[in-house]
């Protein structure tokens, strides 16, 4: 059982990875902004449980792609009024209307994030759905600068959400 969700969980990462859909392609400012608020709490629901960004659990991995494929997206561009208001509804108003600015800020530091490493990580898990599997791509992840950098901008980002 444990297996059918680990490779349930890592097909959905390789979707959430190349769709178009996940990189915001056609989608308004709102839906971008509430896909990054929902992606966002979940992160920061799994930060408070465990204290830390959890690199070795997939369900995080798969957020992480998400808030990066969402801001290579142009997300960012232009008034971002809508993108707030879809942002803190996705959240489940766990970021406010004033925090939120300072939050968009800190999400333009993601859109540097080199995705490739996300995606390769998301397909060894597809090909090797097991822990050590899941272990060693997450060691390899969280070795990477551009991740650490990202981790450190999540972790300000949830300094703002408390």
Request: charged share 10%.
């Amino acid at each position: 059982m444990k297996l059918l969700k680990v490779v349930a969980a890592t097909m959905t990462a390789v979707m959430l990875t190349t769709s178009c859909g996940v990189l915001g392609l056609g989608a308004s400012k709102k839906s971008k902004g509430a896909g990054l608020g929902a992606a966002l709490l979940a992160l920061y629901a799994g930060y408070k449980l465990a204290g830390k960004i959890d690199l070795g659990n997939l369900g995080n991995i798969v957020n992480l792609a998400s808030i990066v494929n969402i801001l290579r997206g142009n997300a960012l561009e232009g008034d971002n009024a809508e993108l707030i208001e879809g942002l803190i509804e996705g959240a489940q108003n766990t970021i406010t209307p004033q925090n939120a600015q300072a939050i968009v800020g800190l999400l333009g530091q993601l859109s540097n994030l080199d995705l490739n490493k996300v995606t390769s990580t998301a397909k060894s898990l597809t090909n090797s759905a097991t822990q050590e599997a899941t272990q060693a791509a997450a060691a390899t992840l969280a070795a990477s600068p551009e991740v650490q950098s990202a981790m450190n901008t999540l972790n300000s980002i949830f300094r703002l959400m408390n």
